[in-house]
């Protein structure tokens, strides 16, 4: 009898949880959005889903290959995803991304043409851009005096302790491999191998690796120097004007976050409309606005406001985006890339 | 008993615990002082606001990721508590061989790698065509927070002698009667200890809550690991605050309604925790 | 076991079983198979993925690994055992106070937390402000991004999985014992040695237990407080599957860490058994 009583109370606690579980609302349209935190105006969203009466749910990844070992292992249940360049591209490779169809998209034409077409996904069958940035050397004037106009400034003496660099295997070896003339995304294994020598050498200088939060380190002058993107930097230059930022003459790496939309999406026809509706100029400004990533969206350009168009690390200019390249997927040399980080950060 | 307990503490045993509660409550100071923080960057004072509060109740996502990440931690955390005692209680009684491998189950989760339970568990909820959302992640929380109870009430009952139960046994008193009047009032500190870690346990996992949470479903870790990237905004630091202040607050509330009623406490052999 | 106790175990048992042995399995599975260039597995047999954990790498990694956890469950237990005491001779109002007191600010977020400590710890941060305006240090020093800071984010986020087992043994102990001694004339060190601290060994080595497998897991402290410059064995194995796209290896290295724990604990267990029976046996 007993027994029989303990088992009706774990039977309630668990139809309890299901009741609760299940008690969604399903009478609206929705659209799964699985984005980076903070990543749209949610006064935009909202306008999109008064428009279409829909509501949007907005999951968060923190990372890429997260978001590519959630889809991967079954988190199928998602409309639209943000995954980044190289992300696209390995992506499509594991046939993870649906086609998108353009006619649908007809705010296409109003990205602009250095963005159509990207190396990763030729013709732009599976992705559309959303924001883009280069990485580049961020550097506190107050500490630094001299004039910063390349990847070996990073080595410098007068710097050691106080070098920041990105917590980011392909980021730091392909900064050396630029360094070098080579490549970022080589897979000739001597000139990997001298990257990372000539990387030993600089590790001891390093007062942190870190990704997320490298601009707080930067704009409280922990840091003088280090690898920052574009954005990132307009973001600490707003909050401590001394730090300025430069893409190094041998040419730094550029990458972008990009609508895509995964195999077997319950809502495509949806996710079509809301990147239309994002691609909108009006749209599009008030969004980039709000949230000061660079907006690829040319005919937006009028609606931005004077001081958003002026700055230069969000608008990059043709010179500097000229010499950068993309990080393309090195296939299984991800593996010796991964092992000499090991190495390099364990100093073993 | 008390005035004879107190006399026998050592002046610097009191210090000591006072300046290690001052240790772990100065990170906590710290926020609630950066939630009146003027400026959106949390990394130095620029003046004093309310404004992070009044927004925070307008930031969707958060309030959101809010309400999931309680219910997921009430829910995981009453189920949790009550399988892990339970689990607890039966192991000793337990004579046989298969009571080190029992043991040895009881352990496993909190010895798997979060990613590891994170990702079988997310390709195990596929496998099984689950609907990701609260319910997978309520059962993720559950499978690991059993552990942690289990090894806390376990505790309490290795220097648990047998007799008093065996007395009441003698007495005529039902096993129920001997659970219900005997040893879950001994073990009760226990309990509560396995359940206080199990709810902590709860509102802060970030990894296997990322891999089986749903669209519907992202918990407040969630959400404050993917906004490192941009600076975690100071209507994070209100929440806390919040938090800790309601949390104070439900405490001082149940110490004064459950005082009321009691005058005696040395008695014990209270059932509820206050 | 009679038939009650096993309806008792029987949820649990299937529960586990269900939501942790079967994934387990899975794991041990592809921890023998391969990869291919995309990461995905490839289903022939290798034991390649053991055998690369043996070089001296991973071994190293997984040694600075042990230390920092040994050093962490020292450090928790000296702090946490005297702060138990100390709540076990309050009054059962103010015990459970000090209970919760010590919980909740826990339930703020573990990397609100963590960053608050950046904000205390940095070269312009509260700590080294306070230092240089009372004149003790003339130059910030650097606290940040080194071992010691490790270490002390460590210790902070693990204190309450030490003070509570403790607490919940010590709470239950025979205070009857204490009195008889001291009316006996033994001194206060001498009670506690010879009987508060044996009778509390299951709530040390429980904590201990717990601190120092959770520390193990825990790489998160040491990317943020250590400026991510040096690796833990959960750091690799979250590169497998979040970078390297080598899932065979991380399952592999997942495995022994399982394993590699399991015995550890076991160890504890016995441990904790044969004294406990010698007390015993020294009591009767």
Request: hydrophobic share 45%; net charge neutral.
């Amino acid at each position: 009898m007993k027994k029989l009583k303990w088992y009706a109370v774990i039977l309630a606690g668990l139809l309890a949880v299901t009741a609760l579980a299940g008690c969604s609302s399903k009478s609206q349209e929705t659209l799964n959005l699985y984005s980076w935190a903070d990543n749209f105006d949610m006064d935009v969203i909202k306008k999109f889903e008064d428009e279409n009466n829909v509501k949007v749910n907005y999951a968060i990844f923190a990372n890429n290959e997260e978001l590519l070992a959630k889809i991967k292992a079954g988190g199928s249940e998602y409309d639209l995803i943000q995954p980044s360049d190289y992300m696209v591209a390995s992506m499509i490779k594991q046939d993870l991304l649906a086609e998108l169809d353009l006619k649908n998209i007809p705010n296409f034409k109003n990205v602009a043409d250095r963005f159509k077409n990207p190396e990763f996904d030729p013709g732009n069958k599976h992705s559309i851009i959303y924001t883009s940035g280069v990485t580049g050397i961020a550097y506190n004037t107050k500490y630094v005096k001299e004039p910063i106009t390349s990847w070996a400034d990073l080595w410098s003496e007068k710097y050691k302790g106080k070098v920041l660099l990105l917590e980011d295997n392909r980021e730091v070896i392909g900064m050396a491999l630029k360094k070098a003339g080579k490549s970022n995304s080589t897979t000739n294994e001597a000139d990997i191998n001298a990257a990372v020598d000539d990387l030993r050498k600089l590790v001891p200088h390093v007062l942190a690796f870190d990704t997320d939060s490298i601009k707080q380190k930067m704009m409280q002058e922990e840091g003088w120097i280090g690898t920052l993107w574009s954005g990132d930097a307009a973001y600490v230059k707003a909050e401590n004007p001394d730090v300025e930022y430069v893409v190094p003459k041998e040419g730094g790496t550029i990458w972008s976050d990009n609508y895509a939309i995964p195999k077997g999406a319950k809502n495509k026809a949806l996710a079509e409309k809301f990147i239309n509706f994002m691609l909108d100029p009006e749209n599009s400004a008030k969004n980039y606005e709000s949230i000061g990533y660079s907006d690829p969206n040319t005919a937006a350009k009028s609606f931005h406001s004077k001081e958003y168009n002026d700055n230069k690390m969000i608008n990059l200019s043709e010179d500097e985006l000229g010499r950068t390249e993309w990080l393309l997927d090195v296939g299984d040399k991800i593996q010796l890339y991964d092992r000499l980080w090991t190495e390099l950060k364990s100093g073993r | 008993m008390k005035t004879a307990q107190a006399s026998k503490r050592h002046p610097w045993l009191s210090i000591h615990s006072f300046l290690l509660m001052a240790f772990i409550y100065i990170p906590v100071l710290l926020i609630i002082v950066f939630s009146f923080n003027d400026s959106r960057m949390s990394t130095s004072w620029s003046g004093f606001t309310w404004k992070w509060y009044s927004t925070l109740f307008d930031n969707r996502t958060v309030m959101e990721a809010l309400s999931n990440s309680l219910t997921i931690a009430f829910t995981s955390t009453i189920i949790s508590t009550v399988l892990g005692t339970m689990a607890a209680l039966a192991i000793r009684k337990m004579q046989n061989r298969g009571k080190q491998g029992v043991i040895g189950l009881l352990y496993m989760p909190i010895v798997v790698p979060d990613i590891i339970m994170g990702l079988s568990l997310l390709i195990l909820f596929s496998q099984l065509k689950m609907d990701l959302g609260k319910m997978t992640v309520i059962i993720a929380h559950i499978t690991f927070s059993i552990s942690y109870v289990y090894v806390i009430v376990s505790s309490r009952l290795a220097n648990m002698g047998k007799q008093l139960e065996e007395a009441a046994n003698d007495l005529g008193a039902s096993s129920w009667q001997t659970f219900r009047f005997v040893t879950l009032p001994s073990i009760w500190p226990g309990v509560i200890a396995g359940a206080l870690i199990a709810f902590t346990l709860s509102i802060d996992d970030f990894m296997i809550s990322f891999f089986v949470s749903g669209p519907n479903s992202t918990t407040l870790p969630i959400y404050i690991y993917g906004s490192v990237k941009r600076g975690i905004s100071p209507e994070i630091n209100a929440l806390c605050t919040i938090m800790i202040v309601v949390s104070v607050m439900l405490i001082i509330l149940a110490q004064w309604l459950l005082g009321r009623g009691k005058s005696d406490k040395e008695k014990g052999g209270s059932l509820l925790p206050f | 076991m009679n038939k009650r106790s096993f309806g008792v175990l029987a949820p649990v048992v299937l529960w586990l079983s269900f939501f942790m042995v079967i994934p387990m399995l899975a794991v041990i599975f592809v921890s023998f198979m391969q990869r291919d260039n995309l990461g995905n597995i490839v289903w022939t047999f290798s034991l390649d993925n053991y055998a690369r954990f043996f070089e001296p790498l991973y071994l190293g990694i997984y040694w600075d690994t042990i230390w920092l956890s040994v050093l962490t469950t020292v450090f928790c237990l000296l702090l946490s055992y005297p702060l138990a005491y100390y709540m076990t001779t309050l009054g059962p109002k103010a015990q459970k106070f000090w209970l919760i007191g010590i919980t909740v600010p826990f339930w703020i977020n573990f990397l609100i937390r963590t960053y608050a400590w950046i904000i205390l710890l940095r070269t312009q941060g509260v700590v080294n402000s306070l230092l240089m305006d009372i004149g003790l240090i003339s130059e910030p020093l650097q606290m940040l991004y080194t071992q010691g800071a490790v270490l002390l984010g460590m210790v902070y986020t693990f204190i309450p999985y030490m003070v509570l087992p403790i607490y919940v043994s010590l709470e239950q102990m025979d205070k009857r014992l204490l009195e008889a001694s001291s009316d006996l004339g033994a001194s206060r060190w001498r009670s506690f040695w010879h009987i508060t601290l044996p009778q509390t060994k299951s709530g040390m080595m429980t904590g201990s237990v717990l601190v120092f497998v959770t520390t193990t897991g825990m790489f998160v402290v040491a990317d943020i407080l250590g400026g991510a410059k040096s690796q833990m064995i959960s750091n690799i194995i979250q590169n497998q599957f979040l970078g390297a796209r080598d899932w065979p290896f991380g399952s592999a290295l997942s495995v022994i860490f399982v394993i590699s724990s399991l015995v550890i604990i076991g160890l504890f267990n016995r441990a904790l058994r044969s004294s406990y029976d010698s007390s015993k046996e020294a009591k009767a």
